[in-house]
């Protein structure tokens, strides 16, 4: 029999429990925060709570469940969506033997549209809509990761974005950390929680929603795969070929609207800058006309580049554990409700593909954990790769008041100008290492440890020593930039058989025949732009040191 709890909605608070007194509405009466208020307010840590709970109880393929508390204590909620559960561990979901999808919103508690669509979807599961999808699949759907973030409401935040108008979240967590740089170092007890979930649900495809203001384009959102180079070429391929294609067409052909890959229009070789001229503020007087004509010049080519490409982000670093990773950018020029409806419809496409193809994703995401890299090229840091030209679909925006404090927000015109820009929206190595057998840790490296067992890195302890090795000379200990609390470092030397060079019993010896060799790679290599010797895991070891405390062998 279905779960039920009887609910009622006050039109300012939003969603309420309500007495069992009361007559139950149906599943299509629960609103979230925004549909409850016009689109004017999202959603507190309090309203996803109580919403989550509602359709729990009001369906019995959707089970509530917590997978770790936030910086100031907050229970983070999870919903594990689907049929023949006998609970929600990660064996009883790892059980069904379908296709594990994980959905995560409102990492920047700003972009808050993630959060709503995946409450939406919640419903929709249990008003017995996309019963299809379960018969393949398994969801667990975490609509509010950074819920610390979403509680400081202000009407300032993420300034020139179109609503909601009563105020939204602030982008880093309550320690100033930005989430989406923490999946390797792991500093916030939101990234352990995650990478806690991952390594204990092991999901095969992982969403990551978000909200984009950058450039004036006309798509209504944009999208990435992985981008780091050493991603499996199985994993891109599908993504790439396929799924982003199915979800493009799929939403052009029932929605009229554009949908592309991630990017900033700006300069080629930089960094692609935000590539928007700030619009005209209302009742601005126009330019005074030039005193003498310009000459013609022809405008620069322009071109489309994407972000980074380390696995401190979210993509990324699913990428390098060899799954799906699909990050979304709703338009901040949108209008809030088109921003949601945005997300809701990147979620029906890329969840009907999954659906449509699990099989074979399962498949290609164990071909992946198969693939052995030693002996081969990976990269220790990459940069953009110049490609040809490609057509994007530039656009417009027109300044609009917030009636709440007067402030100009931008809203989204409805023009297309279709522009040719030099494809800048993958990256290529910068320097490569060739991976080996093994890596070798020792055992005082407390931190380094700590986080390989976070990771799920797969280690044994040696019981006898090993020779045999090479070593790795530093030629240079260089301070990085500061990031994110952090003194970043970086080395630079190189690796040469050194016949002194030996493993004691009780160091850990790493394996790169695991599955997870593309993750350990990055972060035991001593180049790596983000790895242990990034995030100074290794500072206690690297003093005065002439050589990488870690061996490894060829």
């Known amino acids: 029999m279905p779960r039920t709890i009887?609910?009622?909605?006050?039109?300012?608070?939003?969603?309420?429990?309500?007495?069992?007194?009361?007559?139950?509405?149906?599943?299509?009466?629960i609103k979230t925060t925004p549909e409850s208020t016009g689109f004017k307010s999202t959603s507190t840590y309090d309203d996803v709570v109580k919403f989550m709970t509602a359709v729990n109880e009001a369906s019995p393929n959707i089970f509530y469940t917590t997978y770790g508390t936030t910086f100031e204590g907050r229970a983070m909620p999870m919903a594990v969506?689907?049929?023949?559960?006998?609970?929600?561990?990660?064996?009883?979901?790892?059980?069904?033997?379908?296709?594990?999808?994980?959905?995560?919103?409102?990492?920047?508690?700003?972009?808050?549209?993630?959060?709503?669509?995946a409450l939406m979807l919640?419903?929709?599961f249990a008003s017995g809509k996309h019963a299809d999808w379960l018969q393949s699949t398994v969801l667990l759907i975490t609509p509010i990761f950074n819920a610390d973030g979403n509680e400081k409401f202000s009407l300032t935040n993420r300034r020139g974005q179109n609503g909601?108008?009563?105020g939204m979240g602030t982008r880093p967590?309550?320690?100033?950390?930005?989430?989406?740089?923490?999946?390797?170092?792991?500093?916030?007890?939101?990234?352990?929680?995650?990478?806690?979930?991952?390594?204990?649900?092991?999901?095969?495809?992982?969403?990551?929603?978000?909200?984009s203001d950058g450039s004036y384009h006309a798509y209504y959102l944009t999208y990435s795969p992985p981008l780091n180079p050493n991603t499996s070429d199985t994993i891109m391929a599908m993504m790439k070929e396929e799924w982003f294609p199915f979800v493009t067409k799929t939403i052009k052909a029932k929605h009229g609207w554009d949908t592309f890959y991630y990017g900033n229009a700006g300069v080629p070789g930089g960094r692609g800058g935000r590539g928007r001229g700030a619009p005209p503020a209302a009742g601005a007087a126009p330019p005074a006309a030039p005193t003498a004509p310009a000459a013609p010049q022809t405008p620069p080519v322009r071109a489309w580049s994407t972000f980074e490409h380390v696995p401190r982000f979210h993509n990324n670093y699913v990428g390098l554990?060899?799954?799906f990773a699909l990050l979304s950018e709703a338009y901040s020029y949108a209008t809030f409700e088109d921003r949601i409806r945005a997300t809701s419809y990147f979620l029906e496409e890329a969840l009907t593909f999954a659906h449509q193809n699990a099989a074979r994703l399962k498949q290609a995401v164990a071909a992946a954990d198969r693939q052995r890299i030693t002996g081969t090229p990976q990269a220790t840091s990459a940069k953009m790769k110049r490609g040809g030209m490609v057509e994007i679909l530039m656009g417009e925006v027109e300044p609009e008041t917030n009636p709440n404090n007067g402030a100009v927000m931008n809203r989204r015109k409805d023009v297309v100008?279709?522009?040719?820009?030099?494809?800048?929206?993958?990256?290529?190595?910068?320097?490569?290492?060739?991976?080996?057998?093994?890596?070798?840790?020792?055992?005082?490296?407390?931190?380094?440890?700590?986080?390989?067992r976070a990771h799920g890195i797969e280690m044994r302890q040696l019981r006898q020593p090993v020779k045999g090795l090479e070593q790795f000379t530093i030629a240079a200990n260089n301070a990085g930039q500061n990031s994110e609390g952090h003194a970043t470092?970086?080395?630079?030397?190189e690796w040469d058989a050194a016949p002194d060079a030996s493993a004691p019993r009780g160091a850990f010896a790493v394996p790169m025949t695991q599955p997870l060799a593309r993750l350990a790679f990055y972060l035991l290599e001593p180049m790596s732009d983000d790895g242990l010797v990034n995030w100074n895991a290794l500072d206690e070891q690297l003093k005065e040191a002439k050589t990488y405390p870690i061996l490894r062998k060829k």
């Open 6 to 29: 009887a609910v009622t909605f006050a039109v300012a608070a939003g969603l309420v429990l309500a007495s069992h007194a009361q007559p139950r509405p149906s599943i299509a009466d």
């Open 81 to 117: 969506v689907g049929t023949g559960l006998k609970g929600t561990s990660a064996a009883a979901v790892k059980a069904t033997g379908k296709l594990r999808v994980h959905i995560q919103g409102n990492i920047h508690a700003g972009e808050v549209e993630g959060k709503e669509a």
């Open 122 to 124: 919640l419903r929709d």
């Open 164 to 166: 909601p108008i009563n």
């Open 173 to 211: 967590n309550a320690q100033g950390l930005n989430l989406n740089r923490d999946f390797m170092k792991m500093d916030t007890p939101e990234a352990k929680a995650f990478v806690k979930l991952w390594v204990d649900y092991d999901p095969q495809v992982g969403f990551d929603l978000h909200t």
């Open 321 to 323: 554990r060899n799954r």
């Open 417 to 452: 100008h279709p522009e040719q820009m030099i494809d800048m929206m993958w990256f290529e190595p910068v320097a490569t290492e060739i991976v080996p057998q093994e890596y070798y840790v020792p055992e005082d490296a407390a931190k380094a440890l700590e986080l390989l």
């Open 489 to 493: 470092r970086r080395l630079e030397g």
